[in-house]
Antibody
Framework: EVQLVQSGAEVKKPGESLKISCKGS????????IGWVRQMPGKGLEWMGI????????RYSPSFQGQVTISADKSISTAYLQWSSLKASDSAMFFC????????????WGQGSLVTVSS | EIVLTQSPGTLSLSPGERATLSCRAS???????LAWYQQKPGQAPRLVIY???SRATGIPDRFSGSGSGTDFTLTISRLEPEDFAVYYC??????????FGQGTKLEI
């Protein structure tokens, strides 16, 4: 069974750093693109970026380029989303997603990681 | 950047009725790379339709997708209580690679 299991909720202060994780299981992690999607409170879905764990090729949405870093460690089947200096406006739910093979759709979603940034 | 506009924002229907949700793109969607997702409160979204027409695994046949170019539709033929949720369309193409519509809330 394919599963994406994300790290738990985080409460951080502005200016702090953060790295959240997404562990894949039940499939060949290296061979599927893994992306991140943001959902701000009460709002819609925004695609942030995507990584191919096999070679770490990464693509970002222009809206998130330079704001976050996406990485992956294929040896432990885990993808990461990190911030170097959080802002209050980074508070949101973040979902990791698996791209459906070569088709540009997201067939599996993690359960979400809630990030709250508040002083 | 391709912008996806969904309508209506909220659709109020009853179980057994037919639902028609619209997704309009600001430019033609390449290779019909258009999908629909369902999100229930407190849950992650779930893929419902991909490639405009194809149902994802486990999706009942009362869900169907249609359209081409810039106009796409998700139809639910006979609403079941579990179908009431927010639906998002998504396209793949030029930068940003993936964009979502703002969502349609299907409510009882």
């Amino acid at each position: 069974e394919v599963q994406l299991v994300q790290s738990g909720a985080e409460v951080k202060k502005p200016g702090e750093s953060l790295k959240i994780s997404c562990k894949g299981s039940g499939y060949s992690f290296s061979n599927y693109w893994i992306g991140w999607v943001r959902q701000m409170p009460g709002k819609g879905l925004e695609w942030m970026g995507i990584i191919y764990p096999g070679d770490s090729e990464t693509r970002y949405s222009p809206s998130f380029q330079g704001q976050v870093t996406i990485s992956a460690d294929k040896s432990i089947s885990t993808a990461y989303l990190q911030w170097s200096s959080l802002k209050a406006s980074d508070s949101a739910m973040f979902f990791c997603v698996r791209q459906r093979g070569s088709s540009p759709y997201f067939d599996y979603w993690g359960q979400g990681s809630l990030v709250t940034v508040s002083s | 950047e391709i912008v996806l506009t969904q309508s209506p924002g909220t659709l109020s229907l009853s179980p057994g009725e037919r639902a028609t949700l619209s997704c309009r793109a600001s430019q033609s969607v390449s290779s019909n790379y258009l999908a629909w997702y369902q999100q229930k409160p407190g849950q992650a979204p779930r893929l419902v339709i991909y490639g405009v027409f194809s149902r994802a695994t486990g999706i009942p046949d009362r869900f169907s997708g249609s359209g081409s170019g810039t106009d796409f539709t998700l139809t639910i033929s006979r609403l079941e209580p579990e179908d009431f949720a927010v639906y998002y369309c998504q396209q793949y193409g030029s930068s940003p690679l993936y964009t979502f519509g703002q969502g349609t809330k299907l409510e009882i």
